[in-house]
C-alpha cells in the first residue's frame, strides 16, 4: 500500500526538517503506523516547562483518512480531551476535514501552535475553554500547576 | 506564442524542486508536446491570469522541454529499471508500434501527445528522476488535473473518486465534477477543450486524454486477482472469491473486500489460518516493506460477529443493541451497550432509579442515576397521582444518603478525567470512609460492585478481546485503559451475567428491537423501508417476481414519483445536487442516453450505500414511473444482472461500463499490479517491465492483438501450434499463466451467459465451482493440452499473430508474456469487466 512509502517519506522529510518544539519518532522500530511525539511547552504559555508526550497513530488508509493525535501527559487543555485517551481536536484531523495532502509535520506543527494559543472555537472541553476565555487567570493556574504536576 | 512561456523561465521553483523528475518524464511529454504546444500552452492571457500558477507551469515546461533534451524515457519503464535486459525488448516495442498504425491518427487528433506513447526508448539509467506523486509517494504514470489545477497521479485520483466516493481535489478539497487524467503535466485544466478529451466517464467524473489513459485507468477497476502472477479479471466480488479459493486455494478476507478502500488486486490473500490471524489481530508485520498498521477486525461481543473497523462496529452497537446512558456518564462518555432493549430494562430497573409512570415507562428513558433526582422528576412531573402527605414525603431528602449523593453528583456533572479527580479528592475529607460494601447500598453501587466483580473476572482477557466491562465504574483510577480496549466500544461477552441475562424475556412485547439486534444487516430505518423493502432485501434472487408484482401502495403516477424522490433524498442525505444529478440520470436513461447498466453503475456511485438492498427498493420503486414497458423491464433486468454478479458486496465503480472498455488486458493487469504495488512485489517487476512495453496501445483492435502477436512470437507459436509442447514448463509463472488462459475461458463463457439474464447469470455463477477441476490438469506439465479449449474460438486471430511471428522464437519470459497477452486477448473479446 501507498501508506508506507508515503510514511516514510514524511519521516525522512521531518528528520531532515523538524517542527520547532516537537520531537516525534517511531514508537517501536519499523512500525511506521505509530510515532511518538514530544511537544515542549512553549514560553510565556502556561504549559512552558512542561514536556508533553503524545502518540500519534496513522491509520492504514492513510493518507486519505488523518491521523490521531493523543496526548498521553495529563494537560489542561480546551483541544484536548480531559479522558484516559487525551484525544487532540484539531480541525484539520476531522475526517471532514482533512485534506490527503496535508503532512504528518503540519498537524505536529499544528498540535504545537495549540500549546502557545488553544482554539476555544474548536473545543472539546468546553467547560475549559469557557474557563479560558471568561477567567484567563484561573485557567492560567489550573493548566500552570497540572503542567508542573503531571508534565515535569 | 505558445511556445515562449516554457523555457522562458529557466530557473526552477522551490515547490516543484521537490517533484524533481521532470527530466525523464519531461523527455517524454516534451516530444509528444509538440501538439500541446501549439495548441497555446502557456499563452498571455493565461500568464495574466494566474501569475503564480503560470509562472510554475512554465516552469515546469521548461524543465520537460529539457527533459526532452536528456532523452526521455517513458512510463512504460516504470517497472523496468530494475531489469537491465529489458531495454532491448523495449526497442522492439517501440519499432512494432511504429508498425501498428491504425490506433495513431485517432489519437493524434484528439491529444497530439498520446500518439508518441510508448515510442520513447527508456532509459534505464533514469530511475532517480522520477515524478513523485505528492499524495502516495509512488512516481506518476498519468497525472490527474482537477480544475483548480492540483496534480495527483491518476491513481490516487480514482482511489478518491471511485473508492472514496468523493470529489474533492485531495490537496484543497475543492469538489470538481471532472478531473482530466492525461499524460502532460503541464498544462493547465482550462486549457483543454473538448477536442483534446478523448473519453469521459460521467459517473466518475474523469475525462481522458487519450484512449491508453482510459484502458489503463479502467482496468484498475475490474476485479483482478490479486496474486502477483494471475492476470484474471473476475465478475465481480463473488467470482472473485471462488477464483481465489479454486484457483489459488488461498482466501480474502470477506470485511476487507467489503469494505476496504483499495482496488481489487490490492486486497491480501490469505491461507485459512492466516485469515484467522488477520481477522483477530490482524496481519502487521511491522519493519517490512508491506506492514499495514492493520490490528485485525474487531468483534461484537453480543454477536460474535467481526466489524471491518472500529467505525463499523461502533455503527452496528448504536443499531442493534442499547447504551445506557447513566453509566455513559459515569465512565466518562466511554459507552456502555447492553444486548437489547430488555437488557437494558432489566438494568435500569435494578442498577438505576426508573420512573415507573406509565407515561414515562412509554418512553422509556425516564430513568435516573439517584433517588432524588427521581423523587424530584416525580413531584414536578406527577404530582397529581400523590396524596398530600406522599407529596411531602416525596420532597424530603434523605440526608444519611446525601454524602455519596453530593460526591456523586459531582462525578456526573463534571466531564471526564478532571471530574473524578475532583470528587476524589472532595470525597476524602468528606467521608473518609468509603461506605461499607455489607451496609445498604444504593444501588447504583451495587451495580458498580456487581461490575467491579465481573470485571476482575475477566482482567485475564486479552486487552483486544470484548471483556464485559459493560459497566464501568465510577471511579477507576484515571489511569489509561489498556488503549485498544478503550478505544473499541466497550462490549458486554456472553459470559457476563447481566445484559445476556434477559435477552428472551418480553420479545412479544417489544419485537422491532429484538428484531433490530438481531438482524446484521446495515439497517434502513424501518421508517424509511415501507414493508415492501422487506421481502425484496430478503430474497434478492427472486426480486424478479417482487417487481413484476403490481404496486398497490401509492396509485398515482405522482404520488410514486413522489416517493421515489422521497427515498432518493434520504439516501442522499438531503443533498440537493446529488438529486438533480439522479434526476438527470434518469433522464438520460429515458432519453436513450444511458443504458440501464449505465444507470445502475451510476446510482451505485452516486448513493453511498454499502450494500445493493439498499438501492433495491429505490429502483424497484422507481422502474414502476417509467411509462414505456420496455424501459422498465431492461432497467430491472440490469438490475437483476448486476445484483446476481454482485450479490451483496459492494462492487467496484465504473467496473460494468469498463467492460467494454477492457482492452486492457492481463499484462496490463500484472503492470498495474507493480505500478501501485511496486515495492512490494518485485517479482512481478520482470513481468510489468516485459508488459509495459508489449501490451498495445489504444485499447483493444483487432489490429492490437496482433501487434501484441508480433511482439512476442514465442507466444504466437504457443498459441497457434496448440499441441505443441515447449520446453520451458515447470517454472510457476507459467504454470499461473496457463492456468489463466484454460479457467479463462470457461470463465468467458460463463460470462457470456450472464449476459443472457438475471437467472443464467446465476446459474452461471453456480457452476464456477467447477471450475477448480481445471487447472491440476495444466498446472504440472502445463503445455500439453492447453489450448484445446480456447482453440476454436481463437483460432482465427491467433493465427494471425502467429502468422506475422511465428518465425522467430522467443526467450522462454518472453513466451511467458505472450501468453499473458493472449489471454489479455480474450478477455478482452468476451468482455470480462
Known sequence: MSAVKRITKELAEFSNNPVPGVSAGLASEGDVFKWNVILTGPQGSPYSGGVFTLNLTLPTEYPFKPPTLNFTTKIYHPNVSNDDKGSMCLGILRSESWKPSCKISQVLEMAAGLLKEPNVDDAVETSIADEFKNSPDSFEKTAREWTRKYAK | MADQAAPSNPEPRGERGERGTRGDRGGYRGRGRGGGNRRGRGGNENANSGPEQRNERSNRGGRGRGGAARGGQSRGDRGNHHQPTVSQIDVTATAISTDAPSDAPAEQNSTGIIANDGKEPPSPTSTDNEEICFICANPVQYHSIAPCNHMTCHICALRMRALYKTKQCPHCRTNSDYVIFTTNATKAFEEYSSSDIAATDETLGIKYEGKQVRADTLVLLRYNCPEPNCDVACLGWPDLHRHVRNTHKLVLCDLCTRFKKVFTHEHTLFTYPELRKHERQGDDVPGTEDQSGFKGHPECGFCHKRFYGDDELYNHCKEAHERCFICDRESGGRPNYFLNWEALEVHFKEDHYRCTDAECLEKKFIVFASEMDLKAHVVEEHPQGLSKGALKDMRKVDMSAFGNTHAHGGGSTSRGRGGRMQRDYRRDPQAPEPPPPDGPMRRDEIAYHRTLAVQTAQNTLPPRMFGGQLTRPPQPPPAPAPAPAAARPAQTGPPVSQPVRAPARQEEAFPPLGALSISSQPVQAPAQAPARSAPARSA??????????????????????????????????????????????????????????????????????????????????????????????????????????????????????????????????????????????????????????????????????????????????????????????????????????????????????????????????????????????????????????????????????????????????????????????????????
Open chain 2, 540 to 833: 434478492p434472487v427472486t426480486q424478479a417476481a417482487q417487481f413484476s408484482a403490481p404496486a398497490n401502495i401509492p396509485t398515482s403516477t405522482a404520488q410514486k414519483h413522489e416517493q421515489v424522490v422521497g427515498r432518493a433524498t434520504r439516501l442522499l442525505n438531503g443533498d440537493s445536487s446529488k438529486l438533480e444529478t439522479f434526476k438527470k440520470y434518469i433522464s438520460s436513461y429515458n432519453s436513450d442516453q444511458m443504458s440501464a447498466r449505465d444507470l445502475i453503475e451510476a446510482f451505485w456511485v452516486l448513493f453511498n450505500v454499502q450494500v445493493a438492498a439498499d438501492l433495491a427498493t429505490l429502483l424497484r420503486e422507481l422502474s414502476e414511473l417509467f411509462e414505456k414497458e420496455e424501459k422498465r423491464r431492461r432497467l430491472l433486468e440490469a438490475w437483476n444482472e448486476w445484483k446476481s454478479v454482485n450479490e451483496d458486496y459492494p462492487p467496484m465503480p465504473g467496473n460494468s461500463s469498463g467492460a467494454a472498455a477492457a482492452g486492457a488486458g492481463g499484462a496490463r493487469v500484472l503492470k498495474l499490479k507493480s505500478a501501485t504495488n511496486r515495492n512490494l512485489r518485485a517479482g512481478a517487476s520482470p513481468w510489468s517491465a516485459v508488459t509495459s512495453s508489449t501490451i498495445e496501445r489504444g485499447g483493444g483492435s483487432l489490429a492490437d492483438i496482433n501487434g501484441g502477436g508480433r511482439i512476442v512470437p514465442g507466444a504466437a507459436v504457443t498459441v497457434a501450434g496448440k499441441g505443441k509442447a515447449p520446453v520451458t514448463g515447470g517454472s510457476s509463472p507459467w504454470a499461473s499463466a496457463v492456468r489463466n488462459t484454460g479457467s479463462g475461458s470457461s470463465r468467458a463463457a460463463a460470462a457470456g451467459r450472464g449476459k443472457a439474464g438475471s437467472s443464467a447469470a446465476v446459474v452461471s455463477s453456480a457452476e464456477f465451482p467447477s471450475l477448480p477441476k481445471a487447472p491440476p490438469k495444466y498446472a504440472p506439465v502445463p503445455r500439453k493440452n492447453e489450448g484445446t479449449a480456447p482453440a476454436s474460438v481463437w483460432g482465427a486471430s491467433n493465427g494471425g499473430a502467429s502468422g506475422s511471428g511465428g518465425g522467430e522464437s522467443g526467450p522462454p519470459d518472453l513466451m511467458i508474456m505472450g501468453v499473458k497477452g493472449k489471454g489479455k486477448k480474450k478477455q478482452q473479446i468476451i468482455s470480462w469487466g
